[in-house]
T-cell receptor
């Protein structure tokens, strides 16, 4: 079963506009964490932001914020005032507990964001 | 710190050949993850180690794939024999799991290497 769903394979956004990247998740664990990573064309994975399931407020990191709606099981990434350098693949990931009692990250299929000048 | 170091950056090989991918995690990290990225399947976790011990290898696609971590500073992912469908980008990542609990420290992030682009012809 798909644990992390990113329904937007690609998005085009005008520079300086805000953009929302969708992410929904499925888990029965009461304690979990949600992450967003950015992968530019160079290939490396860059951590952007984290939201814990018990966090009372939405996480923010500079121009990045996470719109966390627990009841809907969504954790959308919002990028304000988009820049050309934001063009990249964006992955949503969830921390989940394995059958062995350890934890691992499971990633969505990603959204390719292209910022148009 | 130099970050997670993977080698080679690119690998082109012929079907049937053995391929070995290498990874040096960040010093002090106690967990290491191997991921495979393809267009069709996205990022898939293949295997991960905690304190050099393989914890979960349920993502390893088949017996042709094997991974080792002989010490805290080195890991290999081997494919023997390789097939064209193995072509992908392979990422190594490291992190620090809370000792004794196997849990990612809240907010802890995975540090990824630059990946190895594997092409099997």
């Amino acid at each position: 079963a798909q644990k992390i769903t990113q329904t937007q394979p690609g998005m085009f956004v005008q520079e300086k506009e805000a953009v929302t990247l969708d992410c929904t998740y499925d888990t029965s664990d009461p304690s979990y964490g949600l992450f967003w990573y950015k992968q530019p064309s160079s290939g490396e994975m860059i951590f952007l932001i984290y939201q814990g399931s018990y966090d009372q407020q939405n996480a923010t990191e500079g121009r990045y914020s996470l719109n966390f709606q627990k009841a809907r099981k969504s954790a959308n990434l919002v990028i304000s005032a988009s820049q050309l350098g934001d063009s990249a693949m964006y992955f949503c990931a969830m921390r989940e507990t394995t059958n062995f009692g350890n934890e691992k990250l499971t990633f969505g299929t990603g959204t390719r964001l292209t910022i148009i000048p | 710190d130099a970050g997670v170091i993977q080698s080679p950056r690119h690998e082109v090989t012929e079907m049937g050949q053995e391929v070995t991918l290498r990874c040096k995690p960040i010093s002090g990290h106690n967990s290491l993850f191997w991921y495979r990225q393809t267009m069709m399947r996205g990022l898939e976790l293949l295997i991960y180690f905690n304190n050099n011990v393989p914890i979960d290898d349920s993502g390893m696609p088949e017996d042709r794939f094997s991974a080792k971590m002989p010490n805290a500073s080195f890991s290999t992912l081997k494919i023997q024999p390789s097939e064209p469908r193995d072509s992908a980008v392979y990422f190594c990542a490291s992190s620090f799991l809370t000792p004794g609990q196997g849990k990612l420290t809240p907010g802890e992030k995975l540090f990824f290497g630059s990946g190895t682009q594997l092409s099997v012809l």
